[in-house]
Every structure is written in structure tokens, then in C-alpha cells.
């Protein structure tokens, strides 16, 4: 069963940046296209970046386009969420999984960012 650990996250004031990291064991995610999601208090999870397999093109919600930089590395079976000019609004947990996500057991525990106005 795959196994998905997420870390990087931290406190952060308005404006600043966190790289987050997320380590896969259990199962190879070289063919499967990877998700960012975070979900804020009393908000659905949401995905917030995704990276295809292959050549490895990659879509972002609108809330972070042009600030936040998904990538992937095959060899070490790990996804990354590179983070910009982040806002109060960014804060929630953070979460890596495959997209669409697997079941519900997938789930690791996340990283939190918090932003500060």
C-alpha cells in the first residue's frame, strides 16, 4: 500500500516561500500523473498543482498560477510544490497524492502552512 509523506511546510510571513516535499514508498508513481492538494479549515480539499508522467506538463489552480511550481523526480519517487509570494489565504495543510487521488486510505498526514499578514 502506498505510503505518501509530505514535509517543508512551517510559518511564513505574507510574501514569502516554502518548498515542500512529499516522499512516495509502497508503489511507483513514475506512471502516474501527481496532485498537490491542501485543504483550509471548513474547506474541502482541493488540488492546487498537478504534474502529468511523461513529458510532465503541468496545470494550477487559479488562486496560485504563476506562484506556485510543481515538479517531480522519477529517481527518488518524489513530487515537490515550490511556493511564491504566498498569501493568508494559502494557509491550509498540505497534501501530495496522485491525480485524481487514490482511495481514501492514501491520505498522508500532511504539512501545515501558515501564512502571516
Known amino acids: 500500500q502506498v505510503q505518501f509523506v509530505e514535509s517543508g511546510g512551517g510559518l511564513v510571513q505574507a510574501g514569502g516561500s516554502l518548498r515542500l516535499s512529499c516522499a512516495a514508498s509502497?508503489?511507483?508513481?513514475?506512471?502516474?500523473?501527481l496532485g498537490w492538494y491542501r485543504q483550509a479549515p471548513g474547506k474541502q480539499r482541493e488540488l492546487v498543482a498537478g504534474?502529468?508522467?511523461?513529458?510532465?506538463?503541468?496545470k494550477y489552480a487559479d488562486s496560485v498560477k504563476g506562484r506556485f511550481t510543481i515538479s517531480r523526480d522519477y529517481a527518488k519517487n518524489s513530487v515537490y510544490l515550490q511556493m511564491t509570494s504566498l498569501k493568508p489565504e494559502d494557509t491550509a495543510v498540505y497534501y501530495c497524492?496522485?491525480?485524481?487521488?487514490?482511495?481514501?486510505?492514501?491520505w498522508g498526514q500532511g504539512t501545515q502552512v501558515t501564512v502571516s499578514s
Open positions: 504534474i502529468r508522467r511523461g513529458g510532465g506538463s503541468t
Open positions: 509502497g508503489m511507483s508513481l513514475s506512471f502516474n500523473a
Open positions: 497524492n496522485t491525480d485524481p487521488s487514490l482511495d481514501s486510505s492514501s
